[in-house]
């Protein structure tokens, strides 16, 4: 389809003025918003990536890209929520794991969770062990996710869950982890149990966690 080429073509040019005029296009020839988030924006992040790492693009070509991205979504973001109706279904603590600034997909999973009736709290970017302690005993969640999109930092996952269980508050959470480099195998490593690979399949595993409809 010739409007998600532009699509992915304007975010991997990092082209976030005219980012949102295109996705209104793609709406009104009826492409379906997922299809839109899946097959252009993030499949393009994927190319920007490949790129910064084969030394193709640089730095703030990546910031432009993300720019794009952020934009696009923040666009995405309200005509993507649930309806009002559905029926509070848990409460969920997420947060990109700390030494690591990523949160493009930590941000789409939270709008994916809220739209399946999810209250999210939020904690932000590089979140430190004890912030998200200090989160499971305000909001008492029945899921605290985790984002990750660096190797380096993913090595920290034993340590944030060590603090959780350290603080006792391990018992009857569920876990969940994602992020590009992440697998089901490593989530399994760490007894984490929910691993999903995008988004809507991360809001489709929290929504069976609790056991909900
Ligand atoms: Co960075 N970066 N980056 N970066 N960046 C990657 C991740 C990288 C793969 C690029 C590359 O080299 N090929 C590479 C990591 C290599 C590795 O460790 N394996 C990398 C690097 C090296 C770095 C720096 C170290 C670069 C440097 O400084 N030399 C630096 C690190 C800074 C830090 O964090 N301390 C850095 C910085 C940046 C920017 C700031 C420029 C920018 C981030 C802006 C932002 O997020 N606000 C950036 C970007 C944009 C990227 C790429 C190009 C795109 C990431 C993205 O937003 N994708 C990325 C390349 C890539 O991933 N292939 C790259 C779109 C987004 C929708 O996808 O985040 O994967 P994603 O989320 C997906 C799924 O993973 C899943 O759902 C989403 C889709 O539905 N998901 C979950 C995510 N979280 C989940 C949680 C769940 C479930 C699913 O919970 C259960």
Same mark, same amino acid.
């Given at each position: 389809? &010739?409007?998600?080429?532009?699509?992915?073509?304007?975010?991997?040019?990092? =082209?976030?003025?005219?980012? #949102?005029?295109?996705?209104?296009?793609?709406?009104? $020839? *009826?492409?379906?918003? $997922?299809?839109?988030?899946?097959?252009?924006?993030?499949?393009?992040?994927?190319?920007?990536?490949? *790129? !910064?790492? &084969?030394?193709?693009?640089?730095?703030?070509?990546?910031?432009?890209?993300?720019? &794009?991205?952020?934009?696009?979504?923040?666009?995405?973001?309200?005509?993507?929520?649930?309806?009002?109706?559905?029926?509070?279904?848990?409460?969920? #603590?997420?947060?990109? #794991? @700390?030494?690591?600034?990523?949160?493009?997909?930590?941000?789409?999973?939270?709008?994916?969770?809220?739209?399946?009736? !999810?209250?999210?709290?939020?904690?932000?970017?590089?979140?430190?062990?004890?912030? !998200?302690?200090?989160?499971?005993? $305000?909001? @008492?969640? =029945?899921?605290?996710?985790?984002?990750?999109?660096?190797?380096?930092?993913?090595?920290?996952?034993?340590?944030?869950?060590?603090?959780?269980?350290? +603080?006792?508050?391990?018992?009857?959470?569920?876990?969940?982890?994602?992020?590009?480099?992440?697998?089901?195998?490593?989530?399994?490593?760490?007894?984490?149990?929910?691993?999903?690979?995008?988004?809507?399949? +991360?809001?489709?595993? !929290?929504?069976?966690?609790?056991?909900?409809?």
């Amino acid at each position: 389809m &010739a409007i998600l080429q532009e699509i992915y073509d304007a975010t991997v040019k990092g =082209n976030y003025k005219d980012i #949102v005029e295109l996705i209104k296009k793609a709406i009104n $020839e *009826k492409v379906p918003l $997922e299809t839109i988030i899946n097959d252009a924006l993030s499949k393009a992040m994927i190319e920007v990536g490949d *790129k !910064f790492g &084969a030394g193709e693009l640089y730095m703030p070509d990546m910031l432009l890209a993300a720019k &794009a991205m952020k934009e696009a979504m923040g666009y995405l973001k309200p005509l993507l929520k649930g309806s009002e109706h559905i029926a509070e279904k848990g409460t969920i #603590v997420i947060g990109t #794991v @700390k030494g690591d600034l990523h949160d493009i997909g930590k941000n789409l999973v939270i709008t994916m969770a809220e739209g399946q009736g !999810f209250k999210v709290m939020d904690l932000g970017i590089d979140v430190d062990y004890s912030k !998200f302690v200090d989160a499971i005993k $305000e909001y @008492k969640p =029945n899921i605290v996710a985790f984002s990750g999109l660096l190797t380096t930092t993913l090595a920290n996952i034993p340590d944030h869950i060590k603090a959780i269980e350290d +603080a006792d508050l391990r018992k009857g959470l569920v876990l969940a982890v994602g992020g590009a480099p992440v697998t089901r195998h490593f989530a399994d490593m760490y007894g984490i149990e929910i691993y999903a690979p995008d988004a809507s399949g +991360a809001a489709k595993e !929290f929504v069976k966690a609790v056991g909900a409809k």
